[in-house]
Each structure stands twice: as structure tokens, then as C-alpha cells.
């Protein structure tokens, strides 16, 4: 940082009386030499003046403004956060809905399936129908998730403006 932007960061402190004496001595020496920081300092003199002789410290209109374009992109991710969890929840809830209702007719497919392939292990049967219950179900809980995201990312693109 060369020492013409060291004096800047300092002006907006100097108009305020913040400075420490060898610092102020330095944008006193700079301020002679370079014009645009003696335009600068000379801008915040009346801001500081103003400040000054406001009974309490107030917010500035660009902070007020600031703070509720922040509020408004924290509310937005918000509610972003808040569909996503609803959509979330209803998907897992679906999943288990459709989890608890297919078993007795998976169970009953699988059954006379597995039979056809292997009638020697008849008694295997119930954990070959377990398995690929869990792969079922696995393969539907992935496509839950891969539709969720799709859905998060689409939203997502669409409140984007164009
Ligand atoms: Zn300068």
C-alpha cells in the first residue's frame, strides 16, 4: 500500500479528530502535495461537521439502506431455505409411504420371481426379496433426491432475473 492510500483510509478519521498526532501530522504533510486527497478531506469536512452535531449517533441513510437490501437477500434465503426443507419433507415423506405400501406387492412380485429363478432356495427367499426391496427403494430414494435438486436448481433459475 503505497502512502497515498494509506492517507485516504485515514481522511474520513481526521475530519473526526481520530487520529493520533503523528498521524494526523502525516495527512497534514500529504494533504499539501496531493490534490485529490485535499479534495477528499475537504468532501468529509461537512459530513463530519453534520455528524457532529446530531445529538446521538444515528444510522446513515446508506447504512439504513445497506442493512435492508442485506435483510431483504437474508429473507429471500429464507424462504428458499424454507421451500426447500417443505419440498424436502414431503418427498421423504412420500418415499416412506411409497416404501410401507409396495412392500406387500413387492414381496408378492418378488416372491414368485425369485421362485422362478432359483425354486431350489426356497428358503432364501425372504432375504433375496429383502435385498432388492432395499435396492428398490434405494434407487427411489435416489431419484427423490436427484428430483429435488433438479426442482431447488429450476426454482433457483427461475427467480434469477433474465
Ligand atoms: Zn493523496
Do not use: Y
Not at 498521524?23 to 485535499?38: G, N
Not at 431455505?81 to 406387500?104: C, E, G, K, Q, Y
Not at 426379496?129 to 436427484?146: H, M, Q, R
Request: hydrophobic share 50%; charged share 20%; proline share 4%.
Amino acid at each position: 500500500m503505497n502512502e497515498h492510500d494509506k492517507i485516504r483510509e485515514l481522511l474520513a478519521l481526521a475530519v473526526a479528530n481520530a487520529l493520533t498526532s503523528a498521524e494526523e501530522k502525516q495527512v497534514a504533510e500529504h494533504v499539501r502535495s496531493c490534490i485529490a486527497c485535499s479534495n477528499e478531506l475537504e468532501a468529509w469536512r461537512p459530513i463530519a461537521s453534520e455528524l457532529r452535531r446530531l445529538p446521538t449517533p444515528q444510522p446513515s441513510a446508506w447504512l439504513v439502506q445497506a442493512t435492508l437490501a442485506r435483510t431483504e437477500v437474508k429473507l429471500t434465503e429464507q424462504a428458499e431455505h424454507d421451500w426447500n426443507r417443505r419440498v424436502m419433507i414431503v418427498l421423504v415423506a412420500f418415499a416412506w409411504l411409497l416404501t410401507i405400501a409396495s412392500w406387500p406387492v413387492f414381496h408378492f412380485v418378488s416372491e414368485r420371481f425369485w421362485n422362478l429363478l432359483e425354486p431350489q432356495f426356497g428358503h432364501t427367499q425372504l432375504s433375496h426379496t429383502w435385498i432388492s426391496f432395499a435396492a428398490f427403494n434405494a434407487l427411489g430414494w435416489l431419484a427423490g433426491g436427484v428430483a429435488a435438486v433438479m426442482l431447488a436448481v429450476r426454482r433457483r433459475g427461475e427467480r434469477r432475473p433474465a
